[in-house]
């Protein structure tokens, strides 16, 4: 007689673990699947990287939730709602030899890269022991999707020379290591088989004397969710506000003293490096408060204003732009402004970023000037009604006001305040730019509340 099936379904599901797709916040009700790091079959140990899940606010890591056999049951690149099932593992399935001393079993090359990818994007071996970027062996630092696309690709991350912050190797940094073998051989076969060929002594080709011999190749490749949702985001602030930008500029003299001359103290007593931004910052939070309107946004036919001064700082990626927010910038310390920023900066280029971080934000200031930027308009970040854009210092040459009529070279930066006017008028957008030179021109008015 055959069995019921039923009691069988339920020992299944009860050996198994479904693999979930997570929530990344309220707003958001699809995301896409990023590479696996396992493949289908694979043994995974407990909290080990299995997938990396891509928002268009964060990306989250899925991780093993028991020791088990892998199932994977959603391709990568798929875009999939929230709650949907990627995969699951079988925990009764029985431990391979191999996974008992030397980590997961692998079925070749590729499965063998994924498996030292996770390592390395966990800080642990397959076998759950620390692996040898985090015991400090030597290995190269690169992002997570670095690692990934050098796997994919065959590139070796010790040739690699690393661009991001720190000597880190960046996607960008494989990418063009991986680029140039395909595109020197691609260039070679392209001039080979464009040359019209004669008959020459010995049987061989003639060469066409003036040749270009270049690769002409074209390459597409699919926009991130996070990418999509800035193209999105940009768009939607040229359409909807009424965009307008002020500029200005700032003698940093004053502030490049004080760096020079506190800034080993300061570091000494707070365990951080004093820097421009903390400078900037305080001057927005100080103009804020007094031009209200620059921090505020239209909701339906209301303006809403804020009492607080939740600064979002731009921040490049290997994915993109993020304003991670830090909150309530006005009752904060210069040593608090800097320990802030270097913390939501340091999870943003490791991609640990919540969305909670990133919303909600009252007003924004990105830095151009780190990239070698010396003026720009920036676009506003809606809901914001207003952004500021610092830009590169240069010695450049000015009236002197301590001495009129007589040119000295400072160091001088340009300012910009791209503003709704719908919320604020000329004058007031004018008068917060201004309000923010004078606090970086004479930094004693930040201490004063002036």
């Known amino acids: 007689m055959r069995p019921d099936p039923a009691p069988f379904r339920f020992l299944s599901d009860s050996m198994s673990t479904q693999l979930t797709i997570p929530s990344p916040g309220e707003s958001i009700s699809e995301v896409r699947l990023g590479t696996w790091h396992k493949q289908d079959g694979d043994w995974v140990e407990k909290d080990e990287l299995l997938v990396e899940i891509e928002s268009d606010k964060a990306t989250l890591e899925l991780r093993a939730p028991a020791a088990g056999r892998l199932g994977v049951k959603a391709a990568t690149g798929s875009d999939l709602p929230v709650g949907a099932v990627v995969g699951?593992?079988?925990?009764?399935?029985?431990r391979p030899a191999a996974a008992a001393t030397s980590g997961p079993a692998v079925g070749g090359a590729t499965t063998a890269s994924a498996t030292a990818i996770a390592g390395a994007a966990s800080g642990t071996t397959?076998?759950?022991s620390p692996?040898?970027?985090?015991?400090?062996s030597g290995e190269p630092r690169a992002t997570s999707v670095a690692r990934k696309i050098a796997a994919e690709r065959g590139v070796d991350l010790a040739s690699v020379q690393g661009t991001g912050p720190s000597g880190r190797i960046t996607r960008e940094d494989v990418e063009s290591v991986a680029r140039q073998p395909a595109g020197d051989a691609a260039a070679r076969s392209a001039g080979s088989a464009s040359l019209p060929s004669s008959?020459?002594?010995g049987g061989g080709a003639a060469t066409v004397p003036g040749a270009v011999h270049a690769s002409r190749g074209v390459r597409r490749e699919r926009m991130t969710k996070l990418r999509l949702r800035i193209a999105e985001r940009l768009v939607e602030a040229q359409r909807t506000a009424a965009m307008l930008t002020t500029f200005n500029e700032a003698d940093m003299t004053e502030v490049m003293r004080l760096r020079a001359e506190h800034k080993e103290a300061f570091e000494k007593r707070h365990g951080i490096g004093l820097g421009f931004m903390s400078f900037f910052v305080a001057a927005c939070a100080s103009a804020l408060r007094a031009f209200p309107k620059a921090n505020a946004s239209i909701v339906g036919e209301e303006v809403e204003y804020h009492d607080h001064a939740d600064i979002a700082v731009a921040v490049g990626t290997d994915k993109g732009l993020v304003v991670p927010v830090l909150?309530?910038?006005?009752?904060?310390?210069?040593?608090?402004?800097?320990q802030g920023i270097k913390e939501l900066a340091l999870r943003a280029r490791d991609g640990k970023l919540a969305v909670e971080e990133m919303t909600g934000g009252t007003f924004t200031i990105s830095n151009g000037g780190v990239y070698g930027s010396l003026m720009s308009t920036p676009i506003l970040n809606p809901p914001q009604s207003a952004i500021l854009g610092m830009h590169s210092i240069k010695r450049r040459p000015v009236e002197d006001p301590a001495n009129p009529g007589q040119i000295v070279l400072r160091p001088m930066m340009y300012l910009?305040?791209?503003?709704?006017?719908?919320i604020l008028d000329g004058a007031e957008a004018v008068g917060f730019l201004v309000h923010v030179r004078n606090c970086v021109e004479r930094p004693e008015r930040l201490l004063l509340g002036l």
């Not at 909150?327 to 800097?338: D, G, K, L, V």
């Not at 910009?416 to 006017?421: E, G, I, N, R, V």
């Open 88 to 94: 699951e593992i079988d925990t009764a399935s029985k």
């Open 126 to 128: 397959a076998s759950g």
């Open 131 to 136: 692996s040898s970027a985090a015991s400090g």
């Open 199 to 201: 008959a020459a002594p």
């Open 327 to 338: 909150r309530n910038a006005e009752s904060r310390s210069f040593a608090q402004i800097e």
């Open 416 to 422: 910009a305040l791209s503003y709704d006017h719908r």
